[in-house]
């Protein structure tokens, strides 16, 4: 018998990186070397680029499901460490790899991991303890995971989690003053990055001492204290009284009113929630949905709220000196002008790569206001899926946005340029991106209105950030927007029906419009509704078509982009659920593998809407030609597929069976059935 030999490398090893967790997957050796018992093994790396120096990884990292053994041909490392480079070697072996004195058979793959948020605060410590105040320190967390800017020190009193209050210290020591005698404080730490926050420490409690034992020093304070003491539960009272009948916004919005200020520091956030812009329900959502959202919770502030939104601005927007810019090259045109990539350089900082949006010269005070909005809403947010502002040039000309730079520009032209180049987990990696920046966009009352593929940013580790802020503006400046018989401008393809229909937008109407997201990327970024007309989309939707399923998608995919899309807004999905329905996927890749059935997702239009008939083309080869694909006439006639009916029937197999085997021209092909299926039809999928 035939000696057995080890296996060789594995082949066509891909990554998908997710802030410090790497996902790798790969296809079995070409050679098992002539046995049954393959497993593979993976060799992780941390290596120098300067130096060219790589070291053993240690003991953080986990593997999951495990690092030597693995049958599946997928893995996943958590636990890395951020912005570091990683080469992951796997091996193939069998039973008698052991044995053999030849080199190891492997594939290498590099990686850099991405900023992840700080791991929690584990350590607190009381210092000094009075009856009206406690003293903390701290220790930095055990993985900052990058430069600590701030901590986030949440205390409330014990049991009275309702009201808590929140300070910001950029030390690692606060004292939190104010407090009441004798009463129990619950404190919880987090610190903050670039990379946004980290999650919260455990609880810490501490006691304030009681009066009788400071008496002595301070006797005369005690009926003020009495007095301040019930006069703020009553002002306490009022305002969680305003707060639970969801009319928080009646002690002024924008402006902190000092009832709102006095009964509690934190709640001028609360107050700062928009009363003009944001939907009665979506208020709501706040206060009923189960439960309270607490004050002290960061709300987004709505700039038209104040009355000088250059205040709004210098409140939410770094003022950046033109001379720490550098401009290198014009990347895009906005609305209010050139967009620019180039170089700035902060004092004491490291040079960074930016963005720059400029406001073109002559601009009315309307333009500068609503170029200089975007900024003030930017600024608000902190999440390493919302594209990051850096800060403002307005005190002199041109008045510059300046962002974080995002390589690979927006995500609609990046896939039509890597047209089928991902896999699907990497595909899913960027979804999840995205509706991760949704979630904390929506957790923080903002409704974006206008999400779209085009307005999704990409960067060079393919990490999606969520773009494009505005108010009124948004929708002026989108070249989607179409007049509504309203007279409202609005994106018709991505837009829920209540929103198009009565204006209704709310978070439930951005998760329709990540679900025609969701279809755009895997896709590649085809057009939603190909060639139909706003009218005919909007028909077609009120009568419960839906966009049929893109070639070669998980039905998991489709199955969430369809749930998306359900008419009743309360049944569709929450961004937090589509996170974690994403995160899921990923973490079981085999859950990605079953794919809508290419032959039921045509013979699904087929069957509710019959054949092609004759159409536009009057032969199988004028159509070919038309889309380019002239060189499959002779097969298609030769297959007896020479009537436009005939074609009608052809499914993803058939291309397949007649030799037509390059990716891109089956997707022509298909394509361009169903998009004259659903010109014919008026319709798509049902419901
Ligand atoms: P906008 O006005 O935001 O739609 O930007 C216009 C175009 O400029 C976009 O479609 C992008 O191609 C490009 N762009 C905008 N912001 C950035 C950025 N932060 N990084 C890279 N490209 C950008």
């Given amino acids: 018998m035939a000696c057995t030999r080890p ?8 990554s998908n990186v997710n802030e410090t967790s790497v996902f790798l997957e790969w296809i079995p050796p070409a050679d098992t070397g002539g046995r049954k018992d393959v497993s593979y093994y993976i060799a992780c790396k941390k290596c120098n680029s300067h130096a060219g120096v790589c070291d053993e990884c240690g003991g953080h990292v986990r593997y999951l499901p495990r690092q030597i053994g693995l049958k599946n041909t997928s893995v996943m490392m958590v636990d890395l460490l951020a912005h570091t480079n990683y080469t992951f070697e796997i091996e193939a072996v069998n039973g008698v790899s052991d044995l053999s004195p030849g080199a190891r058979q492997y594939v290498s793959v590099n990686v850099t991991t991405n900023q992840a948020a700080p791991s929690p605060v584990t350590n607190v410590k009381k210092g000094k303890i009075a009856k009206n105040s406690i003293s903390l320190s701290w220790q930095e967390p055990d993985r900052p995971n990058g430069i600590i800017l701030e901590y986030e020190i949440k205390y409330f009193e014990k049991d009275q989690e309702t009201s808590y209050t929140i300070i910001k210290s950029k030390e690692t020591t606060i004292t939190a003053e104010g407090l009441k005698p004798a009463s129990v404080y619950v404190f919880q730490i987090r610190a903050r990055t670039a990379a946004g ?29 009495a007095v301040s003491v019930t006069v703020g539960v009553i002002l306490l009272a009022v305002v969680i009284g305003f707060l639970l009948s969801g009319s928080c916004c009646e002690c002024g919005c924008g402006r902190a009113s000092s009832l709102c200020a006095v009964a509690h520091p934190s709640l001028i956030w609360r107050c700062g929630y928009s009363k003009a812009k944001q939907d009665p329900e979506e208020e709501k959502m706040h206060f009923h949905n189960g439960h309270i959202k607490l004050p002290g919770v960061r709300t987004y502030i709505d700039p038209h709220t104040y009355e000088d939104p ?33 170089r700035l350089k902060l004092p004491g900082k490291r040079e960074l790569p930016v963005a720059i949006k400029t406001l073109k010269v002559g601009y009315t005070e309307k333009q500068r206001r609503d170029f200089l909005g975007e900024a003030s ?29 995002m390589e690979n520009g927006s995500l609609d032209t990046f896939l039509k340029k890597n047209d089928g180049q991902f896999t699907v987990i990497q595909l899913v990696g960027m979804l999840r991106g995205i509706a991760a920046g949704m979630k904390y966009l929506s957790d923080m009352g903002y409704v974006h209105r206008d999400l779209a593929a085009r307005n999704i940013l990409i960067n060079s580790n393919l ?22 018989t309203r007279g409202g401008k609005i994106p018709i393809r991505w837009t829920a029906p209540e929103a198009i229909a009565f204006r209704k937008f709310t978070s439930a109407s951005d998760v329709w419009s990540y679900g025609i997201v969701m279809w755009e990327v895997v896709s590649y970024g ?3 509704y190909w060639e139909m007309t706003n009218q005919d989309v909007i028909k077609a939707v009120e009568e419960g078509y839906r966009l049929p399923s893109p070639m070669d998608c998980p039905a998991a995919l489709y199955q969430l982009m369809l749930d998306c899309w359900q008419k009743e807004r309360n049944s569709r999905p929450k961004f937090d659920e589509i996170v974690s329905m994403l995160d899921k996927l990923i973490r079981n890749p085999s859950s990605l593998k079953t794919l809508v059935n290419a032959s039921s997702r045509v013979s699904n239009l087929l069957a509710e809407h019959g054949s092609l008939g004759s159409g ?4 199988v080869g004028e159509w070919l030609e038309a889309i380019k694909m002239g060189r499959y006439t002779e097969i298609f006639m030769e297959n007896g597929y020479s009537s436009m009916d005939a074609v009608a029937q052809v499914t993803l197999e058939d291309l397949r069976r007649l030799g037509v085997t390059l990716v891109g021209h089956q997707k022509k092909i298909m394509n361009s059935l169903q998009e004259m299926k659903v010109q014919l039809v008026n319709g798509m999928v049902p419901l």
């Fill in 7 to 14: 296996p060789s490398a594995p082949r066509n090893a891909i």
């Fill in 463 to 484: 990490v999606c950030k969520v773009s494009d802020f505005g108010l009124s503006r948004v929708l002026e400046d989108d070249p989607e927007a179409a007049y509504t």
């Fill in 377 to 405: 809403i930017m600024g608000q947010f902190d999440h390493p899926n919302i594209i990051h502002l850096e800060g403002v040039v307005t005190k002199s000309k041109p008045v510059m946005i300046v962002t974080e730079y």
């Fill in 310 to 342: 250059n205040q709004a601005v210098h409140e939410f927007a770094k003022e950046i000196e033109a001379s720490c810019i550098t401009i290198e090259r014009v990347i895009g045109a906005g609305e209010f002008g050139e967009v620019c990539s180039g």
């Fill in 616 to 619: 536009a083309y009057r032969s």
């Fill in 197 to 225: 926050y980290g999650v919260f420490s455990r609880r810490f409690e501490f006691e304030t001492i009681p009066v009788s034992v400071a008496a002595s020093s301070d006797q005369s304070q005690i009926p003020i204290i």
């Fill in 526 to 528: 085809e057009r939603p």
